[in-house]
C-alpha cells in the first residue's frame, strides 16, 4: 500500500509539473521582452541637473572633462522600458519572439522632443518650391518659372524658405514674378513666415488692390504706381493667407502625415505644433482615430482661431499623457519677427530710427482670450521676440498670476524669447516661464541681428547661458520649416555658436554657449517637463515609454574633442512606443 501511494504521489507530482506547463511557458514568454537593443552607448540622462553653469551632476558620468555612456543595453517591452543596463541583464529578457537589435556601439539617446514645430507647413514645403538657401530675387523666380512648366495654367504655385532678415534690405517685388510666371498665382513665404512674396495673379485672385484694408501690425509694400508691390510684412501676410483657395481636409492630413514622417526620420518622437487651427486639427483628430500617427504631438492650439479656441475653453485642456494626440496648451503672437523689423523694442531699431515695431493688442494678441484659457487651464505658448515684447508678455503673466494665483501652475512659455533686457532676464525664473528658445536663429541670423539691435542689445539676444544662469528653465527647438531641425545642427549651434561653415571662427557671442549635456537635455529632458511628461519620458529608465533615438555618433564623446563633427551625424532608428517608427536603410538599399 506504501509502494502504491509513493508511485501515486510521484505521478501526482509529474502530473501537476506538466499541467502547470504551459501556464509557466506564457508567464515566461509574457515576462521577456519585445525588443532589446545591444552593443550601444547609452545615456541615460538618470543623473542629476547640471548647475547653472553648465558643470555636470556629482553622479554624472563625467570625469576629466570627458563624458563615458552609464548603460550598453535597453529592453523593452509593452511600449515600456523594462530594462537598462548591461547587455547580460538585457538578454536575460530575451524570449523565443524577441527581437535583438546589434547598435555596433551606436549611441541611444532618450528621445527627442521638438518643442516648437510646424509640421503642416513642413510637409507643405516639402511639395513646394523650395527656396532655402537661395540668394537672390532671380534666382528664385528661375525656381519658380521651372516649376510652373509642370503646373496646369491657372493653378495655385506655393514655394518657401528666402530669408527675410537677410533680404530685409533688398526685397523684391511682384514686377519680375508676375512677368516670368503670369499665369499662375504664386505665393511664396519667407523663411520664418513673417513675409509673404506674390505675383500679379495672386493679387487679382485675392482681390487685393490699394484699397485693401491692412492689419494693425502689418505692412502691404505699395509701388510706384500706388498700387500692391507683391509684398507684404508681417500680419499683412494674413491678406494674402485669406486669398489662399483652402486645401481639402485630405490634403490637410497628407502635408501632417509628410511633416511627421519626415520628422520622425530625423529622430524626433515628439514634436509640439505650434499654432493648431481648426483645418489642422481636425486633420490631426483624424489621424489619431485612424491610428495612424507615426509619432507624439503636443497640440498648441491657435489663438488667432477664435472658434476654435472657444470650443475648448468650454471643454477643457486634455489630461492623458497616454495618448498620441495631446492637446493642453495655446500657441500666441505677441510681436513680429527681428528680421523684418516687427519685433517689439523697448528703443528704436539701430538700423531705422523712429522704429520700435509692434506688439499686444496692435499685432492681434487678443489678451481677453488669452486669460480665458489660463484660467479654464491651458498653458500658454506666446511668440515675444523683442525685448518690450518679452517685458510686455512677462508684465501679463505676472499680473495675471497675481490675480488668479492657480493660473501660475500651468508652466507658460514664451517662445523665442529672443532679446530680453538685463533687468528682465531673472524674472522667468521667479515667474516660472520657460524659454522656449531655437539654437539655429542664432547662428542664422548673426549676419544681420547686431544691425537691427546695435552693440549692447545683442548682449541680451540668443542669451542661452544667461539665462540659464538666472534659474531659467529652457527648451530648445527649430521652429521649422523656418530653420532646419536637423539634431545635429541645433546640437552644434547650442554648443559652438558657429554655423554650418564653422563660423566665426571661436563662435558669436560665445559666453552663451552651452554645453553638450545642456543641449541635449533641452531637446529631451527639459522639452518633457514643458509638455508636462517629465514622469513618462525624458530618461532613459525602467517604465519610462519606451521612446528613444539611436544615432551613428556620440556627440557627448565629440563635443569635447571635435564639435564640428556632430554635423555629420546620422539617425539610424527612432522609437515610439517600442516601435520602430524609422529605421536607417543599409548603404546600397
Same mark, same amino acid.
Given at each position: 500500500?506504501?509502494?502504491?501511494?509513493? =508511485? *501515486?504521489?510521484?505521478?501526482?507530482?509529474?502530473?501537476?509539473?506538466?499541467?502547470?506547463?504551459?501556464?509557466?511557458?506564457?508567464?515566461?514568454?509574457?515576462?521577456?521582452?519585445?525588443?532589446?537593443?545591444?552593443?550601444?552607448?547609452?545615456?541615460?540622462?538618470?543623473?542629476?541637473?547640471? #548647475?547653472?553653469?553648465?558643470?555636470?551632476?556629482?553622479?554624472?558620468?563625467?570625469? +576629466?572633462?570627458?563624458?563615458?555612456?552609464?548603460?550598453?543595453?535597453?529592453?523593452?517591452?509593452?511600449?515600456?522600458?523594462?530594462?537598462?543596463?548591461?547587455?547580460?541583464?538585457?538578454?536575460?529578457?530575451?524570449?523565443?519572439?524577441?527581437?535583438?537589435?546589434?547598435?555596433?556601439?551606436?549611441?541611444?539617446?532618450?528621445?527627442?522632443?521638438?518643442?516648437?514645430?510646424?509640421?503642416?507647413?513642413?510637409? @507643405?514645403?516639402?511639395?513646394?518650391?523650395?527656396?532655402?538657401?537661395?540668394?537672390?530675387?532671380?534666382?528664385?523666380?528661375?525656381?519658380?518659372?521651372?516649376?510652373?512648366?509642370?503646373?496646369?495654367?491657372?493653378?495655385?504655385?506655393?514655394?518657401?524658405?528666402?530669408?527675410?532678415?537677410?533680404?530685409? +534690405?533688398?526685397?523684391?517685388?511682384?514686377?519680375?514674378?508676375?512677368?516670368?510666371?503670369?499665369?499662375?498665382?504664386?505665393?511664396?513665404?519667407?523663411?520664418?513666415?513673417?513675409?509673404?512674396?506674390?505675383?500679379?495673379?495672386?493679387?487679382?485672385?485675392?482681390?487685393?488692390?490699394?484699397?485693401?484694408?491692412?492689419?494693425?501690425?502689418?505692412?502691404?509694400?505699395?509701388?510706384?504706381?500706388?498700387?500692391?508691390?507683391?509684398?507684404?510684412?508681417? $500680419?499683412?501676410?494674413?491678406?494674402?493667407?485669406? @486669398?489662399?483657395?483652402?486645401?481639402?481636409?485630405?490634403?490637410?492630413?497628407?502635408?501632417?502625415?509628410?511633416?511627421?514622417?519626415?520628422?520622425?526620420?530625423?529622430?524626433?518622437?515628439?514634436?509640439?505644433?505650434?499654432?493648431?487651427?481648426?483645418?489642422?486639427?481636425?486633420?490631426?483628430?483624424?489621424?489619431?482615430?485612424?491610428?495612424?500617427?507615426?509619432?507624439?504631438?503636443?497640440?498648441?492650439?491657435?489663438?488667432?482661431?477664435?472658434?476654435?479656441?472657444?470650443?475648448?475653453?468650454?471643454?477643457?485642456?486634455?489630461?492623458?499623457?497616454?495618448?498620441?494626440?495631446?492637446?493642453?496648451?495655446?500657441?500666441?503672437?505677441?510681436?513680429?519677427?527681428?528680421?523684418?523689423?516687427?519685433?517689439? =523694442?523697448?528703443?528704436?531699431?539701430?538700423?531705422?530710427? #523712429?522704429?520700435?515695431?509692434?506688439?499686444?493688442?496692435?499685432?492681434?494678441?487678443?489678451?481677453? %482670450?488669452?486669460?480665458?484659457?489660463?484660467?479654464?487651464?491651458?498653458?500658454?505658448?506666446?511668440?515675444?521676440?523683442?525685448?518690450?515684447?518679452?517685458?510686455?508678455?512677462?508684465?501679463?503673466?505676472?499680473? !495675471? *498670476?497675481?490675480?488668479?494665483? #492657480?493660473?501660475?501652475?500651468?508652466?507658460?512659455?514664451? !517662445?523665442?524669447?529672443?532679446?530680453?533686457?538685463?533687468?528682465? /532676464?531673472?524674472?522667468?525664473?521667479? %515667474?516660472?516661464?520657460?524659454?522656449?528658445?531655437?539654437?539655429?536663429?542664432?547662428?542664422?541670423?548673426?549676419?544681420?541681428?547686431?544691425?537691427?539691435?546695435?552693440?549692447?542689445?545683442? %548682449?541680451?539676444?540668443?542669451?542661452?547661458?544667461?539665462?540659464?544662469?538666472?534659474?531659467?528653465?529652457?527648451?530648445?527647438?527649430?521652429?521649422?520649416?523656418?530653420?532646419?531641425?536637423?539634431?545635429?545642427?541645433?546640437?552644434?549651434?547650442?554648443?559652438?555658436?558657429?554655423?554650418?561653415? =564653422?563660423?566665426?571662427?571661436?563662435?558669436?557671442?560665445?559666453?552663451?554657449?552651452?554645453?553638450?549635456?545642456?543641449?541635449?537635455?533641452?531637446?529631451?529632458?527639459?522639452?518633457?517637463?514643458?509638455?508636462? $511628461?517629465?514622469?513618462?519620458?525624458?530618461?532613459?529608465?525602467?517604465?519610462?515609454?519606451?521612446?528613444?533615438?539611436?544615432?551613428?555618433?556620440?556627440?557627448?564623446?565629440?563635443?569635447?574633442?571635435?564639435? !564640428?563633427?556632430?554635423?555629420?551625424?546620422?539617425? %539610424?532608428?527612432?522609437?515610439?512606443?517600442?516601435?520602430?517608427?524609422?529605421?536607417?536603410?543599409?548603404?546600397? /538599399?
Amino acid at each position: 500500500m506504501q509502494m502504491k501511494v509513493g =508511485l *501515486f504521489a510521484r505521478w501526482l507530482g509529474v502530473f501537476l509539473v506538466c499541467a502547470g506547463a504551459p501556464q509557466a511557458t506564457a508567464e515566461a514568454a509574457a515576462a521577456s521582452a519585445d525588443l532589446i537593443l545591444t552593443d550601444a552607448r547609452v545615456y541615460t540622462l538618470r543623473w542629476g541637473e547640471p #548647475g547653472r553653469d553648465g558643470k555636470p551632476a556629482a553622479d554624472a558620468p563625467h570625469a +576629466n572633462g570627458t563624458w563615458h555612456p552609464d548603460a550598453s543595453a535597453v529592453a523593452i517591452r509593452g511600449g515600456r522600458i523594462v530594462y537598462v543596463g548591461s547587455e547580460k541583464g538585457a538578454l536575460a529578457l530575451r524570449g523565443k519572439r524577441t527581437r535583438v537589435i546589434d547598435l555596433d556601439g551606436a549611441t541611444v539617446l532618450p528621445g527627442l522632443v521638438d518643442s516648437h514645430t510646424h509640421f503642416v507647413e513642413l510637409g @507643405a514645403k516639402l511639395e513646394s518650391v523650395d527656396l532655402t538657401n537661395v540668394a537672390t530675387e532671380a534666382e528664385a523666380v528661375a525656381l519658380v518659372a521651372e516649376r510652373a512648366k509642370s503646373v496646369p495654367k491657372g493653378e495655385w504655385i506655393f514655394g518657401a524658405g528666402w530669408d527675410e532678415g537677410a533680404w530685409a +534690405n533688398r526685397y523684391p517685388d511682384k514686377q519680375r514674378l508676375s512677368a516670368a510666371v503670369p499665369d499662375h498665382p504664386v505665393v511664396l513665404r519667407s523663411l520664418h513666415g513673417f513675409a509673404i512674396w506674390t505675383n500679379q495673379a495672386a493679387l487679382d485672385a485675392g482681390r487685393i488692390t490699394a484699397a485693401s484694408p491692412v492689419p494693425v501690425g502689418g505692412e502691404m509694400r505699395l509701388g510706384a504706381d500706388g498700387q500692391p508691390a507683391g509684398l507684404f510684412l508681417n $500680419r499683412a501676410a494674413t491678406m494674402v493667407d485669406a @486669398a489662399v483657395p483652402p486645401e481639402p481636409p485630405a490634403v490637410v492630413a497628407r502635408h501632417a502625415l509628410k511633416g511627421l514622417t519626415q520628422m520622425a526620420s530625423d529622430g524626433y518622437v515628439s514634436v509640439h505644433e505650434a499654432g493648431v487651427g481648426s483645418q489642422a486639427m481636425a486633420a490631426l483628430q483624424r489621424l489619431e482615430d485612424e491610428n495612424r500617427l507615426p509619432i507624439r504631438v503636443y497640440a498648441m492650439l491657435s489663438l488667432r482661431d477664435p472658434p476654435l479656441m472657444r470650443q475648448w475653453i468650454a471643454r477643457g485642456p486634455d489630461r492623458d499623457n497616454e495618448s498620441m494626440l495631446v492637446t493642453r496648451a495655446v500657441k500666441a503672437y505677441y510681436d513680429g519677427a527681428l528680421g523684418s523689423r516687427g519685433a517689439r =523694442l523697448l528703443a528704436d531699431y539701430a538700423d531705422r530710427p #523712429g522704429h520700435r515695431g509692434i506688439s499686444g493688442g496692435g499685432y492681434g494678441f487678443d489678451q481677453d %482670450l488669452a486669460m480665458a484659457a489660463m484660467k479654464a487651464g491651458f498653458q500658454l505658448g506666446i511668440h515675444a521676440i523683442g525685448d518690450a515684447g518679452n517685458r510686455e508678455v512677462l508684465n501679463f503673466l505676472e499680473a !495675471e *498670476f497675481k490675480a488668479d494665483p #492657480g493660473t501660475a501652475r500651468h508652466r507658460h512659455r514664451i !517662445e523665442h524669447a529672443q532679446v530680453i533686457a538685463p533687468e528682465d /532676464q531673472p524674472r522667468f525664473a521667479r %515667474l516660472g516661464v520657460i524659454a522656449s528658445m531655437e539654437p539655429p536663429h542664432a547662428v542664422e541670423d548673426k549676419g544681420w541681428a547686431e544691425d537691427r539691435l546695435g552693440p549692447q542689445r545683442i %548682449l541680451g539676444a540668443y542669451a542661452w547661458r544667461t539665462l540659464r544662469r538666472e534659474g531659467a528653465r529652457l527648451t530648445f527647438n527649430a521652429d521649422n520649416p523656418g530653420s532646419d531641425h536637423s539634431i545635429f545642427y541645433g546640437l552644434h549651434a547650442a554648443i559652438t555658436r558657429q554655423d554650418k561653415q =564653422l563660423q566665426p571662427a571661436g563662435g558669436w557671442y560665445p559666453a552663451e554657449r552651452l554645453t553638450i549635456e545642456e543641449a541635449i537635455r533641452a531637446y529631451t529632458s527639459w522639452s518633457a517637463y514643458a509638455a508636462f $511628461r517629465e514622469d513618462q519620458t525624458g530618461i532613459i529608465a525602467k517604465g519610462r515609454w519606451a521612446d528613444l533615438t539611436v544615432m551613428d555618433i556620440d556627440p557627448m564623446a565629440l563635443a569635447g574633442i571635435a564639435p !564640428e563633427k556632430i554635423l555629420a551625424g546620422r539617425i %539610424l532608428l527612432t522609437i515610439v512606443n517600442g516601435k520602430l517608427v524609422y529605421q536607417r536603410p543599409a548603404a546600397g /538599399q
